[in-house]
């Protein structure tokens, strides 16, 4: 049976590249965005073009409400593979982020991740097969002064993917991809000093491509890799 990804966040960065590489190994495609909704129909035209099925439904992950309605709105059947890989930056230092400012980095980047999950499980066990596919963050792990809701909200992830790949790994496998830093709109307002010492700690000696963590979702999301559960697969050019 053809399979069916869902990617949140597929409008832009590194989920557009995940959708066009889905769709090219033989996916039904599912996209969300939230506010870009030009960028997303692009996407679907592109894959169109190529008579692939691809689908994109507005939906803010952090808003429960939301989240339902693109459940109910879901073409082809059933998704059997969630790339939960929406998120949002936010530059600031604690002293000084606002309350809201936390909320809202959490919100997309952490309880986005677990309400998105909440509404495509159900399905996926009963259907006895799925992946979940988290993508975190290596400031997760090192922390980024000027990020803590960031960071936290990424190490609220690798925990997440941890835990939910205990209580139904029997079905589903939950992974988590350690993303280094990538080449997309994200990171346009990094310093050129800050991009530059990241790369000179890079043994790889370059950033990432969005090509480079779409390869390990679809990894990840192979039939084969059904004991791969539980893990945080790193893809940061070993930095
Ligand atoms: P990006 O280019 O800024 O794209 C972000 C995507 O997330 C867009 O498609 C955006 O859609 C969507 N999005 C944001 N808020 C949303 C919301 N509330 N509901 C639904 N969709 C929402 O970022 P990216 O670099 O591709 O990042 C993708 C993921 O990788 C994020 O989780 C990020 O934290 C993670 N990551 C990135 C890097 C990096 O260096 N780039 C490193 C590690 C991890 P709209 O434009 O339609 O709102």
């Not at 960028?39 to 808003?63: H, T």
């Not at 230092?93 to 952490?110: A, N």
Request: glycine residues 10%.
């Amino acid at each position: 049976m053809k399979r069916t990804v869902l990617i949140t966040g597929g409008s832009r960065g590194i989920g557009r590249q995940m959708a066009l590489d889905f769709g090219a190994a033989g996916y039904n495609v599912i996209i969300n965005y939230n506010k870009s909704r030009d960028a997303a129909m692009e996407v679907v035209n592109e894959l169109n073009a190529r008579e692939i099925a691809c689908q994109a439904i507005q939906a803010d992950v952090s808003d429960s409400d939301q989240v339902k309605r693109m459940a109910d709105e879901v073409m082809f059947g059933h998704v059997d593979t969630l790339i939960n890989n929406a998120g949002i930056a936010h530059l600031g230092l604690l002293q000084t982020d606002s309350e809201q400012d936390f909320d809202r980095v959490i919100g997309v980047d952490l309880k986005g991740v677990w309400l998105v999950t909440r509404a495509f499980l159900p399905d996926m066990i009963s259907n006895g097969f799925g992946r979940i596919i988290n993508i975190s963050s290596f400031w997760a792990e090192r922390g980024s002064s000027t990020e803590t809701a960031y960071s936290a909200a990424k190490a609220g992830v690798n925990g997440l993917t941890k835990a939910l790949s205990r209580e139904v790994g029997e079905y589903v496998t939950v992974n988590a991809i350690i993303a280094g830093l990538i080449a997309t709109e994200m990171n346009d307002r990094v310093p050129p000093d800050a991009l530059f010492r990241i790369v000179d700690n890079t043994p790889v000696r370059r950033i990432g491509k969005p090509e480079d963590i779409s390869h390990a979702a679809l990894f990840l999301a192979d039939g084969k890799s059904s004991f791969i559960n539980g893990a945080l697969l790193h893809a940061d050019g070993g930095y």
